[in-house]
T-cell receptor, first 114, second 112 residues
């Protein structure tokens, strides 16, 4: 158990809908990262927050947004969903503000868009 | 050319075999090199962490980095069925805000 909690584990929804994925980092970790994993693209970095502030941005679509709350949990919002958004979404956390240290991953949220 | 290339396999070996997993990369600024292991329906977990060039050994696992060739390897000795997983290489540059770039992963099956 990495200590990172993600909910929901599975989500099935329709195109055009909006969903929210939730992540609770390990106790004491201030950085939260969101990754998307698909068979063809592998693990793609979406966005990072450190202590409530956006720290780094990757290949995140404009239809997606995220935030980190004062209690350090984070939410990833996916809107106007398309079939191609079906993927595993991972949250990871670390102590450091940068990616130099170990990332601890949750078990992921599997999103299926029909 | 993708920043990190990794053969997705799948790779199937008998128990006890030596396994070699590899990644190539194009960004000469990468300084930190990692291997993550991902079991089915689980998140990736860090297996090995190396800074710059050289070798690092941890039990049955050895990580090698050859920066001149932009090539990293993970060797697994005396492979066990419990090693069956997807192995992802990952790397990043020196800067504080450098993102971690992952390979697509190689799926390994160790047959008893």
């Amino acid at each position: 158990d990495s200590g990172v909690t993600q909910t929901p584990k599975h989500l099935i929804t329709a195109t055009g809908q909006r969903v929210t994925l939730r992540c609770s980092p390990r106790s004491g970790d201030l950085s939260v990262y969101w990754y998307q994993q698909s068979l063809d693209q592998g693990l793609q970095f979406l966005i990072q927050y450190y202590n409530g502030e956006e720290r780094a941005k990757g290949n995140i679509l404009e239809r997606f947004s995220a935030q980190q709350f004062p209690d350090l949990h984070s939410e990833l919002n996916l809107s106007s969903l398309e079939l191609g958004d079906s993927a595993l979404y991972f949250c990871a956390s670390s102590v450091a503000p940068s990616g130099a240290g170990e990332l601890f991953f949750g078990e992921g949220s599997r999103l299926t868009v029909l | 050319q993708k920043e990190v290339e990794q053969d997705p396999g799948p790779l199937s070996v008998p128990e006890g075999a030596i396994v070699s997993l590899n990644c190539t990369y194009s960004n000469s600024a990468f300084q930190y090199f990692m291997w993550y292991r991902q079991y089915s329906r689980k998140g990736p977990e860090l297996l090995m962490y190396t800074y710059s060039s050289g070798n690092k050994e941890d039990g049955r696992f050895t990580a090698q980095v050859d920066k001149s060739s932009k090539y990293i390897s993970l060797f697994i000795r005396d492979s066990q069925p419990s090693d069956s997983a997807t192995y992802l290489c990952a790397m990043r540059g020196q800067g504080g805000s450098e993102k971690l770039v992952f390979g697509k992963g190689t799926k390994l099956t160790v047959n008893p």
